[in-house]
């Protein structure tokens, strides 16, 4: 892999990555970082996934943001689509996360407002650690009392939708305040429209992809205007290019 900019371009091994992709130093407030594949032409999936669309070099970041992340957030369609089950443990990541002082895996935590996964799904039976169920009032009691008896956490932040602030705030009172979103679309979209979005994780694919595949991000509700980013950094490899965007701002500082 080699680092386009900042400049000196040249080639970074994993523990150049790991300074490049790390986390803010002596954070105190939740921060979050949203990953992404998306093509050329702004597809986010093929055939209905993402997995189309990546390549060693993108997986080895995606790998990456987990393995820094106190947390790993994901919508529950992209949980359902992709397949979720808990994050698996690794020989590198542990001695990574060992080294780096987190936990030996991180948990997910899925924002769902129907309470949609069934007690003995992989993501909610088998995990290595509770998986996190981010969700609302709104949503049928019995389904929360059920996936709360199968191991889950589960959290009501909000009424009729999950309200995304609440949720955050509810991950960071565990102490999970390094975020790695794996998306979809549409949480990113009210991630956005939310004013929650620390950094973006972008592998652009060297493939066209036509058709209406959707975007990386989506939704009915839009921010106020365009949220201006700052690039942070570019690799390369394989063709691909990894692109780190920053929020110029911090509207909660
Ligand atoms: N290219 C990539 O890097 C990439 C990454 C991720 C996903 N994908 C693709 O994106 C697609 C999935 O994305 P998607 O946009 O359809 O779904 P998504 O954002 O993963 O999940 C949408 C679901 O999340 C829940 N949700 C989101 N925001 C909520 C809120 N504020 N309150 C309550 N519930 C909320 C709802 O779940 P309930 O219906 O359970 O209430 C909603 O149906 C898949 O095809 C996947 O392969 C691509």
């Given amino acids: 892999m080699r680092r386009l900019f900042p400049e000196p371009a040249g080639d970074v091994d994993d523990a150049e990555l790991e300074l490049i992709y790390a986390y803010p130093a002596d954070l105190s407030d939740p921060w979050v970082q949203v990953n992404f594949v998306s093509s050329a032409d702004g597809a986010s999936t093929v055939d ?22 106190d947390v790993v957030l994901v919508g529950a369609g992209t949980a359902q689509i992709e397949g979720y089950r808990g994050i698996k443990r690794t020989e590198l990541r542990a001695s990574r996360r060992e080294r780096l002082g987190r936990s030996e895996v991180p948990p997910v935590a899925v924002v769902t407002r129907r ?96 058709g209406d595949a959707p975007r990386i991000a989506h939704g009915d509700l839009l921010p106020p205007a365009p949220l201006p980013l700052e690039l942070a950094s570019i690799l390369s490899a394989e063709g691909s290019l990894m692109i780190r965007y920053r929020r110029s701002t911090h509207p909660r500082d």
């Fill in 48 to 69: 209905g996934k993402s997995n189309g669309l990546s390549n060693p070099a993108d997986t080895r970041i995606f790998a990456l943001g987990r393995d820094l992340a």
């Fill in 115 to 210: 309470c949609s996964f069934e007690p003995d799904s992989p993501l909610i039976a088998h995990t290595l650690v509770p998986t996190i169920v981010l969700t609302c009032a709104a949503a049928p009691e019995e389904r929360r009392a059920a996936l709360s008896e199968a191991g889950a956490d589960v959290v009501v932040a909000g009424e009729t939708t999950v309200d995304l602030a609440k949720a955050i705030r509810a991950l960071a009172d565990r102490g999970l305040l390094r975020i790695d979103c794996e998306g979809g679309g549409q949480l990113f979209g009210e991630l956005i429209t939310a004013g929650l979005v620390d950094q973006l994780c972008l592998t652009v694919a060297p493939l066209l992809v036509g």
